[in-house]
Every structure is written in structure tokens, then in C-alpha cells.
């Protein structure tokens, strides 16, 4: 029996040492030391052996019991021990390692321009006014002298919502609500920027773009001061070198009215393939307030004057930086928005 206790001991040992796993050792244990366990049936054998070795099997027995308890233990421990390491070699955070990159947002070169024009404008005087994308037909075209069947419909005709509403075709109908709101106080002094909307769609024209009005009101205003204004919006906008330059034009809403043109900022005036050689580029619409539009706002038109302008954003915003296809601006391209 002592031989077989000997025996029991050295393979018990062996295998509690090569356990991989807590569950072999929870078999191990029942094996050895469970209810029915290899060592279990020696000590409830011990009636049956010799009356001279009872206590030394006895104790044999219970010696390799306590022992393999505590190795089962020690060797559990072990394995807890190793998982844990491994676990956290597989989880290890090297705060070393590059980090993922992620794109950062920036500003839309049309967002840039469009805060560029305010803070011009802002620092002549004028006050940033907003007005509804989806319009009356009346403010879009009646109230600014264009009536119904009137030919300049034609140039602006939009998208409409119904026969009187409509997607505004640009932003001169802020000059006809701000009007009727302030009458008749006096100056009028607002800029308009905002999206507007036409049926146009190629490499200078897109179906939605934006604008910038400009309106003054007050008693006196001439077509000199239309003139100063632009002229230092063009050198802000453009450099201390910038000339413009007004073409006789027409607008029903202004008179006279004017087209304004800049030096061509590409070539500086000598003439290229973007200002079509002529060293000049078109960026405006300008004019004396119409006094039809004057009265239909709530302004004597014998008493105040003003003047008034519209240009559009994406145009200025391609003569900038040198874009030559509008749609570039719309097509959400991080490879094209990232240069600015
Ligand atoms: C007007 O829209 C007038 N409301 C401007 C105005 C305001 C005149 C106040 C007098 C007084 P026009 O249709 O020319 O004018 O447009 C003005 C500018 O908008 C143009 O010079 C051009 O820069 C820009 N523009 C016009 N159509 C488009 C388009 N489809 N896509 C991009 N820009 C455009």
C-alpha cells in the first residue's frame, strides 16, 4: 500500500504540473481527492489493511491529501497568474504607436469669402440682413419693378413652388423687405448674403449659388458714393492695386444701372485667357434704387435716393483662388476643399 501511495504521489504530482487549465485541475482534484477519489478510497480503506501499518498508511495518506490540496492550489494560482499576463500582452496600450488619423473640417472656401465680404461691408456701416430662400413672387420680381410678363423674368425665372412662390432667384428682395420694415427711418444700410437659386447649370453657372446685396438709403446718396464703395471692397477684397471699372447696364430695379468689373486679377489687367483679353473681370450688378421701388417700399422718392448692388460669391471666390469650374465647389471633394 505504501509502494501504491508512493506511486499515487509521483503521478499525481506530474499531472497537477502539466494542467493547462483551471478545468484540469478541478478534474484533478475530484480524480485524486473527490468523494470518489484515488486517495478517498485508500484513507476509507483502512480497515481493511494490516493493523501494524494502519497509522503509517494513514499518514502517508493523509500527508499526500493535504499536499496535493495545496499544490492543486499553488498550481492554480500559477495558471491564474498567466492568464492574466497574457491577457494583458494581447490588451497592451503602446501610447507610443502613431494614432489613427482622422480628417479635421475646416471652413468651405464659399464660407470664407462670404465672412470675408461681411467684414468688408461691416466696417463701412453696413448691418447684415436676411431675408426667406423661399420667396413671393411679389418680392422676387413685382415690388422690384418687374412685372408680370415683363422680358427681365426671363434672365432670373427660378424654380417655383407655386404660380406666386418661388425659389428667390437672387437676393434683391431683402432690399424691398428691410425697406418696408425700417420706413421711414433713415439710413438704410444692409448687407444680404444668402443662397439663391436658377435654371443655369455649367462651368461658371450652377443652379444654386450665392449672392451678397447691398443697399444704402438716405436723403442725398449719389451714384459717387455706389463708386467709393466698391472701389474699397475691391481693394480690400483684391489688394491695394485693384481698379474697377462701371459699364452702363440695365436692371429694372435700379437707374441707371451699371455692370462692375475688376481688373483681372489673373493677369492684372495686360489681358488673358480669363478675362477673355479685355484685363477686365465682370464680378457685379450695381444701380441708383429705382423710384418705383423706393415708393413701393414706403420711401418718397423725391426725398431719399440710394444705391444697390448684387454680386455673386462663387464668382469672386474663383477669381480668388484661381477655380475655374464652379461645380468644384458643390462636390464635396476633400482633396480640392483641403487647399483652402
Ligand atoms: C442680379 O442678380 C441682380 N439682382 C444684381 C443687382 C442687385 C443689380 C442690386 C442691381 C442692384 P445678375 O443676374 O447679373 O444680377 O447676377 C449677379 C451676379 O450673380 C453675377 O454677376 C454673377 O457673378 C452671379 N451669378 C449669376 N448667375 C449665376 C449662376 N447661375 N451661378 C453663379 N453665379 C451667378
Redesign the pocket.
Known amino acids: 500500500m505504501l509502494k501504491k501511495i508512493e506511486e499515487l504521489e509521483r503521478q499525481a504530482k506530474e499531472t497537477i504540473k502539466a494542467a493547462t487549465d483551471p478545468k484540469a485541475l478541478d478534474d484533478l482534484k475530484i480524480r485524486y481527492l473527490g468523494k470518489r477519489g484515488e486517495i478517498t478510497a485508500i484513507l476509507r480503506s483502512m480497515g481493511q489493511q494490516p493493523e501494524d501499518m494502519k497509522p503509517l498508511i494513514g499518514q502517508k495518506a493523509n500527508e499526500l491529501k493535504d499536499q496535493l490540496e495545496g499544490l492543486i492550489e499553488q498550481k492554480r494560482q500559477e495558471l491564474e497568474e498567466l492568464h492574466r499576463a497574457q491577457k494583458w500582452e494581447e490588451e497592451k496600450l503602446d501610447v507610443t504607436l502613431p494614432g489613427t488619423p482622422f480628417l479635421v473640417g475646416r471652413k468651405h472656401p464659399i464660407t470664407t469669402v462670404m465672412e470675408e465680404l461681411k467684414d468688408i461691408f461691416i466696417g463701412l456701416g453696413f448691418q447684415v440682413a436676411e431675408g426667406p430662400e423661399v420667396e413671393w413672387d411679389y418680392y422676387s420680381f413685382e415690388a422690384l419693378n418687374i412685372p408680370v410678363e415683363h422680358p427681365a423674368r426671363d ?2 425665372d427660378s424654380f417655383y413652388i407655386t404660380s406666386k412662390i418661388l425659389l428667390r ?4 428682395p431683402v ?1 424691398v423687405r428691410v425697406m418696408e420694415e425700417k420706413q421711414p427711418e433713415l439710413p438704410v444700410r444692409i448687407i444680404a448674403p444668402g443662397k ?1 437659386f ?1 435654371r ?1 447649370d455649367d462651368a ?4 444654386m ?1 450665392h ?1 451678397i ?3 444704402a438709403v438716405d436723403r442725398g446718396i449719389t451714384f459717387a458714393h455706389l463708386k467709393g464703395t466698391l472701389q474699397v471692397f475691391a481693394r480690400e477684397m483684391f489688394g491695394e492695386q485693384q481698379n474697377i471699372r462701371l459699364r452702363p447696364s440695365y ?1 429694372p ?2 437707374e441707371p ?1 451699371a ?1 462692375v468689373d475688376i481688373s483681372c486679377v489673373m493677369c492684372e489687367g495686360e489681358g488673358c485667357r480669363t478675362c477673355e483679353h479685355t484685363g477686365w473681370l ?6 441708383m434704387v429705382h423710384p418705383n421701388v423706393l415708393k413701393i417700399s414706403g420711401y418718397d422718392p423725391a426725398e431719399v435716393t440710394g444705391f ?5 460669391i ?2 469672386i471666390a474663383m477669381l480668388k483662388y484661381g477655380i475655374d469650374d ?1 461645380r468644384l465647389f458643390y462636390v464635396n471633394d476633400h482633396r480640392m476643399l483641403s487647399q483652402f
Open positions: 434672365m432670373q432667384p437672387h437676393t434683391s432690399q439663391v436658377r443655369d461658371t453657372h450652377s443652379p449659388f449672392q446685396e447691398g443697399l436692371f430695379f435700379t444701372s455692370e465682370e464680378i457685379l450688378g450695381a444701380g444697390a448692388f448684387g454680386m455673386g462663387e464668382r464652379i
